[in-house]
């Protein structure tokens, strides 16, 4: 089946076959294939060797080959694959695990910490001295910091748990030219470097050059000796040379320079001034020669008492040995839960700080002070800024606080306060207030207003009680002293979002606040913010809608507004390319993995390397396997949130149809599909849209992907993940955009696409088939083209030629290609032979004809054809012929009726395809294998070439049973040597091949294909009976095969190969029904002739129940072959295995073992049991059976009945030895006469008590068991 382009993911479907075969009725289809026969890979779960070879249905597939014990894992080689262990430790390390010393000691055959002495028994702790984990009285931290490093001496330190304690222990030494050097990452060792990469110098006549030592530091390593050659190393142009005479390149002698981090001096060379490396900077130093002097100077990363933060780590100031400063660890502030913070040039650990405000100096009224956002370490928090003065208010206007009059009175006006005339004055700020003047008290009079605040005799008082309160309107009064009376006086004037409550005492002005400090909302696209006016009341501020900007208004996680882009993700690696974090991985069998790659076995990825394969879990597996991959998300609130992602069903082998794979949010299902329901998802992806808008609150959940495996093989695969937050989102259907190609004869390309969201779809170019004349889609490899149409290419446009079979033959097509047809078909007859690009031409038979196809490949390997008559072509066809070599081959002549076949020609994966191959078709004479008469001694055969050949018969050329033979008594069923009607008893036939052929090779069951000269012979029985047939002497063959078959060419009943007990001839027993059967012997060597005797023994008695524990496939069951009943094993014994039986070769025996060693009589548990129904059966009852020990197996046995199961008497005189192991030996046992009777007995019961082991290992079979009896 072709695979498709992964940019059609959702549109043409990605069918995945890697793990359970492409489907349909095929047995094989359901295991995944295999090309190369005994190549080894690895099981995905990498706990088994896994080998191409044939399963236990003969399908071609990937079965375990070797079990990885342990530490083992399977890992990938040179020879394919291979168990290997993971060894967790080193020969002779010790470790501690709490108060336990671990060493390194081997565990099946890898090295593994295996658990010694506990330290805790002794009152003592572990810990590691000196490399070696031991029991301590006491131990004492001496760093503070796990993994941190530090320089002692030559050396590196880590600071190591070392028990219940840190401490220092030497962890690299520093060799040859190198140092341990300190700086803000901790201590590593250094080289110090005695030159520069590409540097040379003179040494006296010697020219050298910067090389490195064993420890990659940089040294001066002599080269030529210019001396040799009667010449003078010089510097030319900063380099040494050799050259006849020297030339000077500098001009004092003494002076200094910077060679990169080397000190040169000008030294005399000969008669030359010459520059010569005399000094090289290391460590943190670098050569500066600015001020004419070449010296080494440090470069400081820090300033002395100067200290920094990495992290929430302190780093401090320090200086090395060369007096140059560099940070070193100090204080890690994350140990008191503390941050770490530069303040100025000193760090300290401080308290995590949280925002709480939105944006820098923005400022807001917090009563009567303005705040602005100010910057706090990390943090942006409101600060005090500016208290207003008396007589001003703080006030925002257009989101700015200021301070402002707070004018309460009007300019000149006048008022009572009391007994009081006030003013209204203005202060040094321009702000009106009310300012004292006189006290109309002094003079006994009360203060009017009327006409202006003045003293007046008179007065009249509205209230009653002195400093009283109460509303009026939206004002707050008070009950003043006015003169001599009381009178209710304005005193506060409620805000705009104020209202003056007068069920309280006193009356005041209170907030009908519109929200709650700090939080926000979006009102369509407009982002708000909860602020406070003047008075100190909540509303909802409005800032810039966020569609100014083409965005859209969230609430996040904080409970603040903001824009973002409408449908942006907000799940992190959704293709799955980072892998942990940010998502959590769970798996059963894994060891929680379930991100793969192609290495897994499937490229199931969309785009990128890696995707989600959960489960594929084989057979040796651990069922139920939970499985799931998640990740925590905030989904912000105020709009829709959709969760996309691209999911494939692989069902299981048997399947499971309720197994369900689930989406949970916070463990709640929120979308689930059972296998049952797959539909599109079902081996191949789909995409998958859920709905989580419920979940948009701005808080963080849990979203995870998964569900329960139950059955081996079944697999969920996923890729592409988005959680998208905004209107109207969507999905990418394709991933690549302005990627083309081609499906059909349409050019399709992936667009953003109006109807999907504007989201990438697969849309459609050109419909090549609409041009004139018709064209189909092709890729040349520049990109999809309109191309003439290639017959050939598939099914549906194969090579037809005009002319018909058998008229228009013989038929040539030289000159062909498969190349450019493509890979369509693959799991056909083929098999590993249809991986490459195929081609297909249909034959048109008109009547019946033979004939014959030749391929010639033109020097292309491995290659092949098959006809069938449907196309595709299926797993079996009418002809497959295929060739390693690359010479012309083709098929044996074969006769096709009149009809329609298809021809596919093809090849391995590899070379891919046919450059050029010569197809023929030719008429045969006759089809190969077929016979006729030509005259009275002459007999024709078709060879495989289809031709006719003639031989002949002694005896006369005669047509018996249809089919055309020389005369030769034997030689063929047809002519099967006859013995007389069977009326009961022996007879007797003394057989001889010497002039007989080969007709008979498929003795099924017994043993593998016999081609030696065979002899036919024939028996009658006249009613139902128990048949004995042998071969044995007189005779000069001695080892026999013997085959039994219910007519000429009819279905074989039985076969033997050995009897066993050391005889090499054929022996069958069986029940038969009244007819004619045909039985077929000859000898096991294929090359010999000779004579041996056949003889049939019939007993006109019936057989109640056999079992011969042989099934179909060569495994072995406890299913009668006659008759009915039940088998089971004792308690007390294992029998749950079959073995060879007596028969030898592919025969069954019911093999056991867990015998009670040394008992000398019948014990409780220990027998095998087989049941069965009697009725029916009123005369001479009989039991009999094979038995076969091992050397320390039971070597007696007691046989006991019962006829209702339950109560057990032994057999009388059945007591009988096992004889020497390795023998088979048969045993039969009278039933007439036992009381109570097991004639007509609905159940019957019989237990072979087994006794006499002398070892639990010791085991023991039977064969052949059956019960007789008469009606």
Same mark, same amino acid.
């Given at each position: ?143 503070? %910091?796990?993994?941190? $490093? %530090? ?27 190198? !140092? ?76 200094? !320079? ?11 060379? #000969? ?40 992290? /929430? ?44 405000? =939105? ?39 257009? #989101? ?24 209204? *004055? ?30 007046? $005799? ?47 005492? =006193? ?150 149809? $309720? ?137 549906? +446009? ?82 497959? +012929? ?71 018969? $002694? ?25 007389? =009607? ?156 079959? /073995? ?16 009670? =060693? ?50 057990? !008497? ?10 020497? *192991? ?38 023991? +079979? ?5 019960? %007789?009896?008469?009606?």
């Amino acid at each position: 089946m072709m695979r498709r382009n992964a940019m059609f993911a959702g549109v043409v479907a990605i069918l995945i076959v890697a793990a359970v075969g492409c489907g349909g009725s095929s047995t094989c289809d359901k295991y995944p294939k295999c090309n190369e026969p005994g190549a080894v890979i690895c099981s995905t779960d990498k706990k088994a060797v896994l080998e191409c070879g044939k399963n236990q249905d003969g399908c071609q597939t990937w079965v375990e080959q070797s079990t990885c014990t342990g530490a083992q894992t399977c890992q990938a080689n040179n020879n394919g694959a291979a168990c290997v262990c993971n060894d967790a430790c080193s020969t002779g390390s010790s470790r501690c695990q709490g108060s336990v010393i671990e060493t390194c000691a081997t565990v099946q055959g890898c090295l593994a910490w295996a658990a010694g002495t506990d330290c805790s028994t002794t009152n003592q702790a572990c810990a590691v001295v000196n490399g070696t984990a031991q029991c301590t009285d006491v131990c004492q931290s001496d760093c503070t %910091r796990e993994n941190a $490093t %530090r320089c002692q001496g030559g050396k590196v330190q880590t600071c190591t748990v070392n028990g219940t304690c840190l401490n220092w222990q030497d962890s690299q030494t520093c060799a040859g030219r190198q !140092q341990c050097v300190e700086d803000a990452n901790g201590a590593a060792c250094v080289c110090q470097d005695a030159c520069a990469d590409g540097n040379s110098q003179c040494s006296g006549t010697k020219v050298q050059t910067c090389g490195k030592d064993a420890d990659s530091c940089r040294i001066w390593v002599d080269g030529e000796d210019c001396a040799t050659s009667s010449k003078v190393c010089a510097i030319v142009n900063g380099d040494a040379v050799c050259q006849d005479t020297c030339q000077s390149d500098c001009t004092t002698l003494n002076a200094t !320079q910077c060679h990169a981090n080397d000190i040169q001096t000008c030294q005399q060379n #000969g008669s030359c001034l010459n520059w010569a490396a005399t000094g090289s900077c290391t460590g943190r130093q670098v050569c500066d020669d600015d001020a004419g002097t070449a010296s080494c100077v440090c470069q400081d990363e820090c300033a002395a008492n100067q200290s920094a933060c990495n992290g /929430t780590v302190i780093q401090n100031c320090a200086q090395d040995s060369q007096g140059c400063g560099y940070y070193v660890a100090g204080t890690d502030c994350a140990a008191t839960s503390q941050v770490c913070e530069v303040q100025g040039d000193t760090a300290q650990c401080v308290t995590p700080c949280q925002s709480d405000c =939105p944006s820098l100096n923005a400022t807001r009224c917090t009563g009567n002070v303005v705040q602005t956002c100010q910057q706090n370490g990390a943090c942006l928090n409101w600060a005090d800024t500016t208290t207003c003065a008396v007589h001003q208010k703080c006030e925002e206007v257009g #989101g700015v606080a200021s301070c402002v009059c707070d004018n309460v009175c009007d300019a000149n006006a006048t008022r009572c306060q009391g007994t009081l005339i006030q003013t209204c *004055a203005e202060d040094g700020n321009s702000c009106r207030f009310w300012q004292d003047g006189t006290d109309c008290a002094a003079s006994q009079q009360a203060c009017v207003e009327t006409g202006g605040a003045h003293c007046e $005799t008179a007065c009249t008082s509205d209230c009653n009680t002195l400093n009283a309160t109460r509303c009026e309107g939206n004002t707050v009064q008070t009950c003043t002293q006015n003169g001599a009376c009381l009178n209710w006086t304005t005193t506060d004037t409620c805000g705009t979002r104020e209202v003056c409550n007068g069920a309280v005492t =006193p009356a005041v002005c209170e907030c009908q606040n519109d929200c709650t400090a700090n939080s926000g909302r979006c009102s369509g696209e407009v982002p708000e913010t909860c602020t406070a006016d003047s008075d100190g009341c909540l509303y909802w501020s409005a800032g810039t809608s966020c569609a100014d900007a083409g965005q859209i208004c969230i609430v996040g996680s904080n409970g603040l507004p903001s824009c973002v882009t409408n449908c942006a993700t907000i799940l992190q690696d959704g293709s799955f390319e980072a892998g942990t974090p940010p998502w959590t991985q769970v798996s059963t069998n894994f060891n929680d993995v379930v991100l793969c790659d192609s290495s897994c076995g499937i490229d199931g990825a969309l785009t990128g390397v890696q995707y989600v394969w959960m489960g594929g879990v084989g057979t040796t597996g651990t069922f139920p396997e939970i499985t799931s991959i998640s990740q925590s998300v905030a989904i912000p609130a105020g709009k829709p949130a959709t969760l996309f992602f691209f999911l494939a069903l692989l069902p299981g082998n048997p399947e499971a149809p $309720t197994d369900a794979f689930e989406v949970k949010v916070d463990g709640n299902v929120a979308w689930s599909i059972q296998m049952q329901n797959a539909g599109t998802y079902l081996n191949q992806y789909g995409l998958v849209t859920v709905d989580l808008s419920t979940y948009a609150d701005g808080a963080s959940h849990v979203i995870s992907l998964g569900g329960t495996i139950t059955v081996p093989y079944e697999s969920f695969l996923i890729d592409e993940a988005n959680l998208k937050i905004g209107n109207a989102c969507c999905a990418d259907l394709c991933f690549t955009n302005g990627d083309m190609g081609c499906s059909g004869d349409q050019i399709l390309t992936c667009a953003p696409d109006a109807n999907n969201g504007g989201c990438l779809a697969i849309q459609l170019v050109q419909d090549c088939s609409t041009n004139n004349p018709p064209q189909t889609c092709a890729d040349p490899g520049t990109g999809p083209v309109c191309s003439d149409i290639v017959y050939g290419i598939n099914c549906d +446009r194969p090579y037809s030629p005009t002319a018909t079979i058998p008229a228009g033959l013989p038929m040539s097509f030289a000159n062909q290609t498969t190349c450019g047809m493509g890979a369509d078909y693959a799991d056909t007859c083929l098999g590993s032979y249809d991986g490459g690009e195929d081609m297909i031409f249909r034959f048109e038979v008109t009547e019946a004809s033979v004939v014959k196809f030749t391929l010639d490949p033109k020097g292309t390997t491995y290659t092949g054809m098959a006809l069938s008559a449907t196309c595709p072509l299926g797993t079996s066809c009418l002809l497959t +012929r295929t060739s390693t070599g690359g010479t012309a081959f083709g098929t044996p002549c074969t006769q096709l009726a009149a009809g329609t076949y298809y021809l596919m020609v093809d090849d391995w994966p590899t070379p891919n395809c046919i450059p050029s191959f010569d197809l023929t078709v030719e008429a045969c004479a006759c089809t190969p294998g077929q016979t006729q008469c030509l005259d009275a001694s002459t007999l024709q055969t078709c060879d495989a070439n289809g031709q006719w050949v003639d031989s002949t018969c $002694t005896n006369g050329c005669q047509v018996i049973g249809g089919v055309a033979q020389c005369v030769n008594p034997g030689d063929t069923c047809q002519q099967a040597l006859p013995m007389p =009607p069977f009326v009961g008893g022996l007879a007797s036939l003394q057989l001889d091949n010497t002039a007989m052929t080969n007709t008979y090779a498929s003795y099924t069951s017994c043993t593998t294909g016999r081609t030696g000269s065979d002899v036919w012979t024939s028996f009658t029985i006249i009613e139902p009976a128990h048949v004995v047939i042998e071969t044995s002497a007189p005779g000069t063959v001695t080892d026999t095969v013997l085959g039994l078959l219910d007519g000429c060419g009819g279905q074989q009943l039985a076969c033997d190969d050995d009897i066993g007990g050391g005889s090499t001839l054929s022996r069958i027993e069986t029940d038969l029904a009244p007819g004619t059967y045909f039985l077929v012997s000859e000898p096991y060597t294929t090359s010999t002739t000779g004579t041996w005797t056949l003889n049939v023994t019939v007993i006109y008695n019936h057989t109640a129940v056999r079992w011969t524990f042989e099934d179909a496939a060569g495994v072995g069951t406890l299913t009668p072959a006659i008759g009915s009943g039940t088998a089971l094993a004792g308690a007390g014994i294992v029998a749950n295995t079959f /073995t060879t039986g007596h028969g030898g070769g592919l025969s069954k025996a019911w093999h056991s073992n867990s015998w009670t =060693p040394g008992a000398t009589g019948p014990t409780a548990d220990d027998y095998f049991e087989l049941s069965t129904s009697l009725t029916g059966f009123s005369s001479a009852p009989s039991v009999g059976f094979y038995a076969y020990r091992s050397s320390t197996g039971p070597n007696a046995f007691e046989l006991h009945y019962s006829v209702d199961g339950t109560n057990f !008497q032994p057999i009388p005189n059945s007591t009988s030895s096992i004889p020497a *192991a390795s023998t088979w030996t048969g045993f039969t046992f009278d039933l007439s006469g036992l009381t109570p009777a097991v004639e007509g007995a609905a159940t019957v019961v019989f237990r072979i008590m087994a006794y006499g082991a002398t070892g639990d290992t010791g085991t023991l +079979r039977i064969d052949d068991f059956y019960v %007789r009896g008469n009606p």
